[in-house]
C-alpha cells in the first residue's frame, strides 16, 4: 500500500539559510500534518492543511511557513535557520472524511542546521 | 484534549503479553484513545483506538475502564521489533479541528529476548 512520501530525507543547511521540505500524502488522503521532533523529545505539532486551506496551528515559528497544493501535496518552508531546528520532521496524512483520523506518518527528513 | 499519564518505561520479555497502562481521568464523554508507537527515529505509527468499548486488531487488544479513566494497550505476544515508545493520546474523533496529535510523555517498552 502506498505510503507517506517525505523529500529529501536527510538536509544539512548552515545557519541563516532556508530549506523546503516536501511531503506527498497518501493518495485520496485530504488532510496533511507537519510535526517536529528535536533531540530526545517527542513529536510536536506544527501545523495541518485540509482540502489545501490552513485547518490548524501549533508551535509553529513565524520564520516557517507552509502550504497544500492543489494535488494536495504539502511544503514546510523554513527561513533564517537556527541551530535549534535541527530536529526530525514529519509529515502525517489522513482522511477525515474516513471512520476515525487515524494518521499515517511518513519516515520524516532529518534537518541539521550547522 | 485530555491529559494522559504512562509510566516513563516497562520491560517485557519476547513472547510475553505486554500490558500498558495509561491514565486519563480528565477525559470528555466525546473523546477516543489512541495509540501510537514510534520505533527509533521511524515516524509514529497508529495501532488502535477505542472509545468505551474493548477493541482487539491485527496488532494489539485495548482495554478501557468502565468509568473511562484509564485504559491498558495489550500486545499479546511481544516480538523484538515492538520495542519502541508507546504514546496514549486522548482526542475527539474527526473533524479538522481536532485532528492534531498531542504527544506527551510516552512509555518506553523495550522487550529483551
Known amino acids: 500500500a502506498a505510503g507517506v512520501i517525505q523529500s529529501p530525507r536527510h538536509l544539512i543547511k548552515e545557519k541563516r539559510e532556508t530549506a523546503t521540505l516536501k511531503c506527498y500524502p497518501i493518495?485520496?488522503?485530504?488532510?496533511v500534518y507537519w510535526y517536529q521532533q528535536g533531540p530526545g523529545q517527542d513529536p510536536q505539532f506544527l501545523i495541518s492543511?485540509?482540502?489545501?486551506?490552513?485547518?490548524d496551528k501549533g508551535s509553529i515559528p513565524d520564520r516557517f511557513s507552509a502550504q497544500q497544493f492543489s494535488d494536495y501535496h504539502s511544503e514546510l518552508n523554513m527561513s533564517s535557520l537556527e541551530l535549534g531546528d535541527s530536529a526530525l520532521y514529519f509529515c502525517?496524512?489522513?482522511?477525515?472524511?474516513?471512520?476515525?483520523?487515524?494518521?499515517?506518518f511518513g519516515p520524516g527528513t532529518r534537518l541539521t542546521v550547522l | 484534549d485530555a491529559k494522559t499519564t504512562q509510566p516513563p518505561s516497562m520491560d517485557c520479555a519476547e513472547g510475553r503479553a505486554a500490558n500498558l497502562p495509561c491514565n486519563h481521568s480528565?477525559?470528555?464523554?466525546?473523546?477516543?484513545v489512541y495509540w501510537y508507537r514510534q520505533i527509533h527515529s521511524q515516524g509514529p505509527q497508529y495501532i488502535i483506538h477505542?472509545?468505551?468499548n474493548n477493541e482487539t486488531n491485527e496488532m494489539a487488544s485495548l482495554i478501557i475502564t468502565e468509568d473511562r479513566k484509564s485504559s491498558t494497550l495489550i500486545l499479546p505476544h511481544a516480538t523484538l521489533r515492538d520495542t519502541a515508545v508507546y504514546y496514549c493520546?486522548?482526542?475527539?474523533?474527526?473533524?479538522?479541528?481536532?485532528?492534531?496529535?498531542?504527544f506527551g510523555q510516552g512509555t518506553i517498552l523495550t522487550v529483551h529476548p
Open positions: 502525517a496524512s489522513s482522511l477525515v472524511s474516513g471512520s476515525y483520523n487515524e494518521q499515517f
Open positions: 493518495p485520496r488522503h485530504d488532510t
Open positions: 492543511f485540509y482540502e489545501k486551506m490552513q485547518s
Open positions: 480528565t477525559i470528555s464523554g466525546n473523546e477516543y
Open positions: 477505542g472509545l468505551k
Open positions: 493520546i486522548v482526542r475527539v474523533a474527526g473533524g479538522t479541528s481536532y485532528g492534531k496529535l498531542t
